[in-house]
Structures are given as C-alpha cells and as structure tokens.
T-cell receptor, first 116, second 111 residues
Framework: DTAVSQTPKYLVTQMGNDKSIKCEQN?????MYWYKQDSKKFLKIMFS???????INETVPNRFSPKSPDKAHLNLHINSLELGDSAVYFC???????????????FGQGTRLTVV | RKEVEQDPGPFNVPEGATVAFNCTYS??????FFWYRQDCRKEPKLLMS???SGNEDGRFTAQLNRASQYISLLIRDSKLSDSATYLC????????????FGAGTRLFVKA
C-alpha cells in the first residue's frame, strides 16, 4: 500500500484552464503539505494543514486553493493556469504537532504539471 | 540570507571516495534537522535525522553545529547508487508545521 498517493502523476493542460490534484495518506498523520518543485529543483512549501485546518500559506497566489475534506486528504485546485505554474507538485504528510520538533515527512510521487 | 543554504555542486567523485556536504541555516530557533535524498524524477525520502551529538548510519555520518548553525553529511566509500541530490532540511522552530528545504547538492559517483 502506498503511504502517500497523489493523482494524476502527469498533467498537461492549456493556459487558462482549471485543474485539481488529489492527495491521500494512509499513515494516520495529522499534518499534510503541498510543495512545489520548479525547474531549478528548488522544493518550496506552499501550504501546511493540521487536522484539516490551514496553518501555513506561503504567499501562494489566490488561484491556488487547497481543500482538506478530512485528515487523510489534501487536494489542490488551481484556477486560470499560467505558464509559470509548470512544475512538479509534491504532497507530503507527517506527524508534526507544531511543538517545534518535526518528525519525518513522507512524500507522494509528485504530479508533473505542464502548462502549454 | 536564505533560510537554508547548500552548495549546489555538482560533486563528481569516483567510487570509493569520501565526500562531504555542508549546509547552513539562518533560524537559531530551529530544532529539527534532516538530510533527505532525492533521486532523479522521484520524491524526496528521508536519509537520516541529524542529532546534536552527531550520528552515523553505515557509511553516512551527520553532524550538527548549533553555534555556527551548520549541518554536515559525510559519505564514506561512495557507491554508484549514492548518485542523487541531497537535501538539507530544517524545521521552522517553535510553531512548527514548516520544514524548509535547501536547494540540494547534486552528487555523481563515477565508476
């Protein structure tokens, strides 16, 4: 069983479209994240959710809207896609409880988004 | 100053070599430190956590210097399979929920 799974693995779409990426974890973790890895391979946090509540939004454009229907799921919806949104998006989860000692994060396989 | 800085490399080393990576972090309140490994077109995976006293896992040794705010990773007897990008990871500190990744150091081990 895959611990953190995200779909789709590849996504090619035209500018201006709206798309969603789904993520599910079966590890029983309370905290989930979305990361963006651009062409320079820099992995940058976008959002953190803890118990379905948004904790961190790293100045991500409003076109990006995460949704957490329950602790095991964190989906990412992107409106009006732009060329600069092309990147690999990783979902992750951990048992981070916000006290400062951060446990290991487990990552999904990534979604390679290409906007044309 | 970036929150986490690493030498991007690439490091090109022959099999059997010893190679060391360094990483500096800016937030003195950070409490958790890690090295992750990312293979080409794959997700990052934990290589090892870094403890204050230093820790070793087989050919890999990690060290933390809180006073100077840097972390190191030493790989002994490099194998071809060690070729990957090594990511230095630091947590935000108090308040949690944010782990910051360095840009990664690329390692190529050649036969």
């Amino acid at each position: 069983d895959t611990a953190v799974s995200q779909t789709p693995k590849y996504l090619v779409t035209q500018m201006g479209n709206d798309k969603s990426i789904k993520c599910e974890q079966n590890l029983g973790h309370d905290t989930m994240y979305w990361y963006k890895q651009d062409s320079k391979k820099f992995l940058k946090i976008m959002f953190s959710y803890n118990n379905k509540e948004l904790i961190i939004n790293e100045t991500v454009p409003n076109r990006f809207s995460p949704k957490s229907p329950d602790k095991a799921h964190l989906n990412l919806h992107i409106n009006s896609l732009e060329l600069g949104d092309s990147a690999v998006y990783f979902c992750a989860s951990s048992q981070d409880d916000g006290t400062g000692l951060t446990p290991e994060a487990f990552f999904g396989q990534g979604t390679r988004l290409t906007v044309v | 100053r970036k929150e986490v800085e690493q030498d991007p490399g690439p490091f090109n080393v022959p099999e059997g070599a010893t190679v060391a990576f360094n990483c500096t972090y800016s937030n003195s309140a950070s409490q958790s430190f890690f090295w992750y490994r990312q293979d080409c077109r794959k997700e990052p995976k934990l290589l090892m956590s870094v403890y204050s006293s230093g820790n070793e896992d087989g050919r890999f040794t990690a060290q933390l210097n809180r006073a100077s705010q840097y972390i190191s990773l030493l790989i002994r007897d490099s194998k071809l399979s060690d070729s990957a990008t090594y990511l230095c990871v630091v947590n935000k500190g108090t308040g949690g929920f944010k782990t910051i990744f360095g840009a990664g150091t690329r390692l190529f081990v050649k036969a």
